[in-house]
């Protein structure tokens, strides 16, 4: 994997179909609220990849929010 350049798309010239990118078992995410690293942003929409999601977020969790 590389970043996409202007002479280069790397994988965004990649179009998979959303029944390849869906997870069907069902998943728990716990996600800290205080993640530098990984945002809160990044859990929007997840419930369209993930169709059995339970989701717990954190307040105060961080990304080390399994040590925490």
């Known amino acids: 994997m590389r ?3 202007h ?3 790397a994988a965004t010239a ?3 179909p959303l029944e390849m990118l ?4 069902p ?4 996600w800290g609220m205080k993640d ?7 859990i929007e929409g997840l419930d369209q990849y993930v ?4 989701l ?6 961080t990304h080390w929010i399994i040590y925490e």
């Open 3 to 5: 970043p996409p350049t």
């Open 7 to 9: 002479t280069d798309p």
């Open 14 to 16: 990649i179009d998979l």
């Open 22 to 25: 869906q997870i069907k078992c």
């Open 27 to 30: 998943t728990q995410v716990i």
């Open 36 to 42: 530098l690293a990984l945002p809160p942003a990044l």
């Open 51 to 54: 169709s059995n999601l339970t």
């Open 56 to 61: 717990h977020t954190i307040d105060e969790g």
